[in-house]
């Protein structure tokens, strides 16, 4: 679990948005096997020329003196495979095909056989220069044929050159490494599919929401689509989706803590957005803005206040004085307006407790947006002073082991675990993942 989550529509989500790499991993593979193929690879090339035996001795006809004279001609066909092997004519025939690396060396290019144990020799070469090639095997051919009719002599032997080698055609070649060159080019798209699934087993981040918490036993209770301003409509919807599923799950709790498991995952987004989507329904909503180190409340909201959280619970000011409103049925306290030295301590105080019980006499939810888990100790102080509490999470940034240790954190605590709203979550994740329905 701690290794991430994975999952095939992840890898193929990956591979899709990565798609310009596959088409260049392809293009790469094809030219650069076409190209050593063509190049360095292919430059061997196999020709081949044969030669024709003919055992001349004249015999009377029975079946004795046939028979003599074919063992003959097996014999002289044995002998004449190992002839044309021999030093000797293959270097005639290199002196003849101007080739100059020995005779050894070139002995391992040449090949010499009997076709199906018949009078007829193929002699085969092969060389890295295809005019040489095939000029040494058929000089090689023609040595052989005045090298073996000079040897056997009785009975007489006929060889003749049967089949010549041609010089094999440029055009052969470029065939050859174009498709090399395509297996080059599916090679290139394995090799670019194996990286984006190395990329996926040790992606440590949360891409599947469903399945993460389904595995972390936890509610989805729904998520805000990427791309999309704040403002924006589908934002909205997504938010009304939200509220849906909160209203369904809270039941008598009114005091919601909404924490994220890391610094910029998108909590004051979800915070004031479910704000104003339970105001919007008519509840009357306060936000309090606990995150004494970066607030974002009060930009977002764009309001302002002489007093903050921190001056109440300091007894600088009074309630009444801190709470701004921002609509009808949407009150605000913002954060603090000097600098605290320990939040964590001031949150946890006992006045914390009395103001929201007071204020929970007020309101019909109480939304607490507090700094994120697993960075200070905040979330869990007020936690305890909650009815309930909610996890924000954001796509490709959570990892699977930080939001499993905030979730640790959160149910160790008296506050009732809602469940997790997922941020900036890509389109194609929309229609598989939403499933709350707005109350309207």
Partial sequence: MKKGIFDWFTFYSLARKR???????????????????????????????????????????????????????ESIARNSVALIQSDNVLKQAMDLSKITKSVSDFSKGVKVSRVDESNVIEITVTYND??????????????ACEEIQRRNTSPPVTATV?????????????????????????????????????????????????????????????ILPAGQRPTSRQISESI????????????????VLLCSVDVQEGRAVVASGLANALADSGNKVLLID?????????????VDSVYGLADVLLGKCSIADA???STDYLDVICAATTYVEKPSDLLDCPVTLEMLEILSRRYDYILIDAPSVNSYGDAAALANKCDC????????????????????????????????????VPSQYLPKQSSAKDDE
């Fill in 19 to 73: 798609s310009f790499f596959a088409v260049a991993a392809v293009v790469v593979g094809f030219a650069l096997l076409a190209g050593l193929s063509y190049t360095i690879l292919d430059t061997s090339v196999t020709v081949s020329s044969t030669i024709s035996l003919v055992n001349n001795l004249q015999t009377d006809g029975s079946l004795q003196a046939e028979k003599d004279k074919n063992d003959i001609s």
């Fill in 290 to 302: 606990a995150d004494m180190r970066t607030s974002h409340i009060r930009s977002r909201l764009r």
């Fill in 389 to 424: 509490s909610i996890l924000v999470a954001r796509y490709g940034k959570t990892r699977v082991d930080a939001a499993l240790d905030a979730l640790t954190v959160l149910k160790n605590t008296s506050a009732r675990m809602l469940g997790i709203v997922a941020n900036d």
């Fill in 240 to 255: 009304r989706n939200v509220r849906a599923a909160f209203r369904a799950q809270i039941g008598d709790g009114k005091r």
């Fill in 130 to 143: 295809p005019t040489r090639a095939a000029n040494a095997a058929n000089n090689l051919a023609q040595v």
């Fill in 162 to 222: 049967l089949d010549r080698a041609d010089t094999p055609s440029s055009k052969g070649k470029l065939i050859s490494a174009v498709k090399k060159g395509f297996f080059g080019g599916v090679l290139g798209l394995i090799c670019f599919l194996a990286v984006i699934f190395f990329l996926s087993i040790k992606d440590y981040t949360i891409r599947n929401f469903r399945l993460f918490c389904k595995t972390a036993k936890v509610d989805l209770l729904g």
């Fill in 323 to 325: 709470i701004v409103p």
